[in-house]
C-alpha cells in the first residue's frame, strides 16, 4: 500500500517574545523624531550617527518586507500541497476535534490555512492531516484492479 504518514505533522518553530519584536520602523521613526527635536541645538549629534539610525531603519523594513514576503511564499505553498491532495483519501482529525478519514473532494483557504473538505462532509485542516494515502493503491476506479 502507498501510504504516506505524518503528513502536516511538524511542529510550528517555537517563536520567542522579544521586546524589538513589538518595536516597528514607525516607532523607531517617532524615536528618532523626538531625540532630534529634543537635542541641544549647541552639541547636535552628528550626521554619521543621523545616517547610521537611517540605515537601521531601511534594514527594520526590509525584514518587515522580507519577513511578509516568506509568509505568502509559506501560504501559497500550503494551497498548492492542499489542492494536490484532491482525489486522496486522508485521515486525520476534522475541525470539530474528531478522527475522521474521506476522500478529498476540495480545498478551501481560510485565515487559519487550507482545508480539505471530504466526501462525507467532514473538513480536516491541513495541518491536522495524519496520513494520505494515493488514489492510485486501489487500483483502477471501474475496481476491476487490472485483473482478468
Given amino acids: 500500500m502507498s501510504a504516506i504518514g505524518g503528513f502536516g505533522t511538524t511542529p510550528a518553530p517555537v517563536r520567542v517574545n522579544n521586546a524589538f519584536d513589538a518595536f516597528t520602523s514607525e516607532d ?15 552639541a547636535p549629534n552628528e550626521t554619521k550617527d543621523l545616517i547610521n539610525q537611517i540605515g537601521q531603519i531601511r534594514s527594520i523594513e526590509a525584514d518587515v518586507n ?15 500541497s492542499a489542492g494536490n491532495l484532491v482525489g486522496s483519501y486522508v485521515v486525520g482529525q476534522s475541525e ?19 482545508v480539505l473538505n471530504l466526501h462525507n462532509n467532514s473538513r480536516v485542516p491541513l495541518s491536522l492531516v495524519q496520513e494520505f494515502v494515493d488514489p492510485d493503491a486501489f487500483g483502477s476506479p471501474s475496481g476491476d484492479g487490472g485483473d482478468a
Fill in 28 to 42: 523607531f521613526l517617532e524615536l528618532m523624531f523626538s531625540e532630534l527635536t529634543n537635542q541641544d541645538p549647541l
Fill in 66 to 80: 522580507l519577513s511578509e514576503q516568506l509568509e505568502r511564499i509559506v501560504s501559497r505553498s500550503e494551497i498548492a
Fill in 96 to 114: 470539530a476535534g474528531l478522527e475522521t478519514e474521506g476522500l478529498v473532494l476540495s480545498v478551501s483557504v481560510t485565515t487559519d490555512g487550507p
